[in-house]
């Protein structure tokens, strides 16, 4: 948890790997994650690169892979994960794995094939064999031209009453969304003079090229026409000798489809015995060629050296890994006889970020890294919005109820985080909800603590502590008679009177406020304050996170030129208002209470110089007071627009008075010597780059570069003081919208289902629906919908309101190469 609050330490080292050991150093490498390799070879094009054709081995072997995938997924089968970690091959392993794959699948292109031209074959004797047939079945039904009945058979006995007619006929088989189609065409065509019959076949044909059952549609159509007389007699004698022909025929059909059925069911099982070789072969070797295609890639990011017996490669790695990196290196290289060597370099760019997160802060990060990943070293707001978000969140979700349902969610889904189900899930969904369990489980716990502040559980106010407002002592001393009661249904209870007010409420809102028709004027005074002062502390806290950020770069002179500047205008204005809320709430009681002057009027003329006769100061000497805070406001602007740009500029003049003219160093040497020391400024801010280079970048600095990137910073602090205040008034609106939307959903459902029904079998059998109704529509509008939008807001405060006080995002994450996406 230490690198939570900075990022990590990050050097740059180089390695020097045997080329005999090389692909084990990095293989090794890969599984644990150690470091990130910079590309040394970028100028090369990726087709001229050292290990270009092991590469393409591999993304051949990973074609060939995806075949045989597709293959195992359209015979329904599925591929199960490799059991336990699999190391990168050697790459003489590469070879045999491409000989077995490339075997496997010729097997399969010609099973496969084989299958299709036996199953094509097959489908055509069933289709031969199903249009034979037709003619010694029962009788097809017939599309009758001449009024005939439609139970008439088409073949009638050639010795039968239709001798004479003179007929040609034509049989076959259809898909059936086409036989509509066909016999639409052929009535058209043949304008009427035909008769068409069409019937499905009694069992369903397999398909030849997808294997799956499809019903087909046989038809038989009977034709004359004026030219065609003189073949009646022909046609006739035709059927009578080619009778016994076509029962032949169709015997001889159905024996070669039962031996077509031998075959294929022959080649099925064969096909069945190399699925279940890939089965089991392919997932290890997909794994394995991954990594091995990962480690080649890695390759091609190093440089030969002079000599060719090493290749020499650049890494980002943690500090703190530096001697598990060395340990690690010695391991692989040891049976090369020559030791790999890893030495730390200076380097002038910025090292990447590195956070290690666990399961709970994991989910804070994100959030975090969503607005931009924070430059090197920089505070990580991250530990403070493990407080601050949830707590925000839930000053807009404030409710007991709502607030326990969302913590027993997360509460289920952290309970359960370990089952392999749960973490197979792939509703996208349900894997956000589940990667920000923790987050929700703060959610809904802050929800619950400010649910017993505002004293509201499903919109309904809990007596857990006795009132502090005594409704007796009221009426004892009013002297309220049954005709004043009569006449004024509405009370008054005074807290001057003595004994009405007994004390604040031991914690939270005393619960005779919901009583009150005033409850919602009181509500709103009271969250307004508090929006205002929560954001004024949120965006004070986030200016002093700066002053870690300052010490840390080594650039003190930003705490008088920005950091206290910032401060008194912050702190001289809206400090002063946070100031002025307390100092009401304490020295005013309620017997001063109608005396009390208007905080926002005295806000107003703050600004404008002036008072009003009818608002009576708080304390004396006020007005001064408020003349003085709003000139020493303004009179920071200057010192924040002008202190740093001057003092670069100061600082950057000093330099060039001091520069050697007579001798310089040598230009490696000047390099290693400046890099240790330079490298740290230039990772400050843009300004910072632009205004303390390195003595070989002085030529580059450019003043009104500065005193630009500054005035924009001192008008964003400036202006945005202002809107940001206002911004966290968002708290009070969410907070009211929150609140009366469950008030509207228990007065429309609950509180009518309760009053439908004096009885209680009544009342027992309309609540459970009523119930039903109320529990839907909390969960889809008051803890989704108002859930999101809380969520919204809070994220808004904390990227645009608190984080911009301190933190740029301009950063790069640690990328480092690992074999645990490839797993």
């Not at 409420?505 to 009271?526: K, M, Q, R, T």
């Not at 002093?544 to 008194?568: A, K």
């Amino acid at each position: 948890m230490g690198s939570m609050f900075r990022s990590e330490e990050v050097a740059l080292v180089q390695l020097f790997l045997p080329t005999a050991a090389a692909y084990t150093c990095v293989s090794q490498l890969g599984e644990l994650g150690l470091v990130e390799f910079r590309d040394l070879n970028a100028s090369v094009s990726a087709f001229q690169r050292r290990f270009v054709m092991d590469v393409r081995r591999c993304e051949e072997l990973e074609k060939t892979f995806t075949f045989l995938q597709e293959e195992v997924w359209r015979a329904g089968l599925a591929l199960s994960p490799p059991e336990g970690a699999l190391p990168a091959p050697p790459p003489r392993d590469l070879l045999r794995i491409q000989e077995e794959t490339d075997r496997l699948a010729q097997e399969l292109r010609d099973v496969r094939g084989n299958q299709q031209t036996l199953r094509a074959q097959l489908h055509q004797l069933q289709l031969h064999e199903a249009v034979l047939g037709q003619g010694h079945c029962p009788p097809l039904v017939a599309t009758d031209t001449d009024g005939s009945s439609e139970r008439t058979p088409l073949l009638q006995d050639p010795r039968g009453p239709h001798q004479d007619l003179r007929v040609n006929f034509v049989a076959g088989a259809v898909e059936p969304h086409k036989a509509a189609a066909l016999e639409r065409l052929l009535w058209r065509a043949c304008r009427g003079f035909l008769i068409a019959s069409f019937r499905e076949t009694e069992q369903p044909l397999q398909d030849p090229v997808t294997g799956e059952p499809a019903t087909w549609m046989t038809f038989l159509i009977s034709y004359w026409g004026e030219q065609i007389g003189q073949k009646i007699l022909k046609i006739t004698n035709w059927f009578e000798e080619q009778e016994e022909a076509r029962h032949a025929a169709l015997q001889q059909l159905q024996q070669q489809s039962h031996e077509l059925l031998e075959v294929l069911g022959e080649t099925e099982r064969f096909l069945s015995q190399v699925l279940g070789r890939v089965q089991r072969l392919l997932p290890p070797w997909q794994v394995q060629i991954h990594k091995m295609k990962a480690v080649y890639l890695a390759l091609n990011q190093c440089s030969v050296s002079a000599t060719h017996k090493c290749l020499i490669a650049e890494a980002w790695c943690a500090a703190r890994d530096l001697p598990a990196l060395q340990q690690a290196l010695q391991d692989s290289s040891s049976e090369a006889g020559v030791s790999a060597v890893v030495h730390r370099i200076p380097c002038r760019d910025m090292p990447p970020t590195l956070v290690r997160t666990n399961r709970f802060t994991a989910s804070f990060q994100g959030i975090v890294d969503a607005y931009g990943v924070g430059r090197y070293q920089e505070v990580n707001p991250a530990p403070y919005t493990v407080v601050t978000f949830p707590f925000l969140f839930a000053v807009m979700f404030g409710d007991v109820g709502h607030g326990l349902l969302m913590f027993l969610f997360a509460l289920a889904m952290v309970l359960a985080e370990n089952r392999p189900a749960v973490k197979a899930a792939q509703n996208e969904i349900w894997r956000t909800f589940f990667g920000g369990r923790y987050l929700l489980l703060l959610m809904g716990l802050f929800s619950v603590y400010t649910g017993f502040i505002y004293n509201e559980c499903f919109s309904r106010a809990t007596v857990i502590f006795r009132s502090g407002w005594n409704v007796s002592a009221m009426v004892d001393q009013s002297g309220w008679s049954d005709e004043f009661l009569a006449q004024h249904p509405l009370l008054t209870l005074d807290p001057n009177v003595s004994g009405v007010f007994r004390g604040p409420y031991p914690f939270g809102i005393d619960p005779v406020w919901s009583l009150a028709v005033n409850h919602l004027s009181f509500l709103n005074s009271f969250k307004m304050k508090m929006s205002v002062i929560l954001g004024v502390t949120h965006m004070a806290f986030g200016v002093v996170l700066g002053v870690f950020n300052h010490l840390h770069f080594r650039q003190p002179y930003r705490l008088l030129l920005e950091t206290l500047p910032e401060l008194v205008f912050l702190l001289g204005l809206f400090g002063y208002l946070v100031f002025l809320v307390f100092y009401k709430w304490l020295c005013y009681t309620a017997a001063s209470a109608a005396s009390a002057p208007s905080i926002l009027i005295h806000f107003i003329n703050m600004f404008l110089f002036s008072q009003s006769p009818t608002n009576r100061p708080l304390f004396t000497g006020q007005e001064l007071v408020q003349s003085a805070l709003v000139v020493l406001a303004l009179a920071m602007v200057p010192v924040l627009l002008l202190g740093t740009p001057l003092f670069l500029f100061r600082q950057h003049r000093r330099r060039s008075r001091k520069r050697p003219t007579g001798r310089q160093l040598d230009e490696d040497q000047t390099g290693l010597l400046d890099s240790s020391n330079a490298s740290e400024a230039a990772w400050g801010s843009d300004e910072e780059k632009a205004g303390c280079p390195g003595p070989e970048e002085e030529a580059e600095f450019v003043p009104s570069e500065v005193f630009m990137h500054q005035a924009i910073h001192t008008i964003e602090f400036c202006l945005g003081c202002i809107s940001n205040t206002a911004s966290y008034l968002r708290l009070w609106a969410l907070s009211l919208a929150h609140a009366q939307l469950s008030e509207v959903l228990w007065a429309m459902v609950m509180r009518t289902g309760l009053r439908m029904g004096n009885k209680i079998g009544v009342m027992a059998v309309v609540l459970v629906p009523i119930f039903a109704a109320f529990a839907v529509l909390t969960v889809a509008i008051l803890l989704v919908m108002e859930g999101l939008s809380a969520f919204l807001h809070a994220l808004r405060l904390h990227w645009v309101e608190f984080q911009n006080k301190f933190y740029s995002g301009t950063g790069y994450k640690l990328s480092p190469f690992s074999f645990a996406v490839e797993e």
